[in-house]
C-alpha cells in the first residue's frame, strides 16, 4: 500500500466531494480511488466517511485526518519543490484560471512564449469568466480582472487597465458626437450587463459632478460582443483597452469625451498562500509581471495623435 497516494487520494475526495469528482480530477479510474480509500480505512481502522446515497460525510475522526494530511501532503510538496529548486529547474505542471477574453487576447501569448523559454513546464488553463476557488478545485493560481476583495488569498498587481468610451466613425457620421456627459441619454450606448449601476460610465475624481445616464440601447454579458457591435456603427460603448485598443490605433473606433479619466480596471495574480511557493509558480508570475509592467502596449492607443 502506498500510504501518501492514498492519504492524497482522501484529500482530493474530501475537496471534490464524491469519489468519482476526485477520479476525474485526478486522471484515474473511480474503481482505483475506491480501493484507496478503502485501503487507508483498513489500515487506519477508522471509518473516514459517513456514506449516504446521496455524499459522502466527515466522520470526527476523518475531519482530524484530513487536517493531518493536509499538514503532511504540503511538507511533501515543499520539501519536493525546495529540492529542484535548488537545481534552479522550472518544472512541473501548473493549473491556472483566466477571465476568457483577456486571458486569449493578452496572457496566452505571455504563456506561448513562457513555455518557450522553459519547456518543461505544462500547462492545464480554464478559461472561464466564473471566479474559480483555487483551493478546492486544486488551481495554482488565477488571474482576475477586479477590484478584489478581502480573502485569505496572495494576491500580485500584474496591471491597471484603463477604460475608454468609443464609438464607430460611421456612427458618429450618422448620429453625431457626444460633447458631454449628458449628451450620452440622446446616443445609443452599448452595456456590459456584469456592472451594477453603470459604474463604469461614471468619471473618476472631481468630475464626478455631471452623472451620465446612458440610453441602454444594446445590452451584453460578453465584451467581445459590445467591441463587434461598436466596430459595426450600432452605438456607444464603454470599454477596457485592453479590448478595442488595436480597433483605435487602426481608426475602426475612435475615442470618446477623452477628457475624463474613467475608472480603470486591475489585472491581479492570486494564489493560495504557502510558506514556500513552487519556483514554477513563482517564475510564471513574475514573468507576468515584468511583461504587462505598465501595459503601455495596451494604453498606448489613447495617446496617438487624432
Known sequence: MNRLENMETF??????GSISAAAERAGIAVSVASRRLKELEGYL??????RTTRKLNLTDAGEAFYRDCLRI???VEQAETAAADRHQRI???LKVALPSSFGLIHVGPAILEF???HPEVEFDLDFNDREVDLMQEGFDLAIRLADLPDSSLVARK???IRRVMCASPDYLARHGTPRSLDDLAAHRCLIYSLVRDLEDWQPEGGRRSAKPKPYAYLKSTTGEFLRNAAVAGLGIAMMPTFFVHREIE???LVPLLDEFEFAAIDAWAIYPPTRHLPLRVRAFIDFLAERFAGSAYIDDCLNQPR
Do not use: H, M, N, Y
Open 11 to 16: 484529500a482530493r475526495i474530501v475537496e471534490a
Open 45 to 50: 481502522g477508522i471509518a473516514l466517511f459517513q
Open 73 to 75: 501532503l504540503d511538507e
Open 91 to 93: 518544472r512541473g505542471r
Open 115 to 117: 513555455l518557450r523559454e
Open 158 to 160: 500584474l496591471a491597471s
Open 250 to 252: 487602426q481608426g475602426t
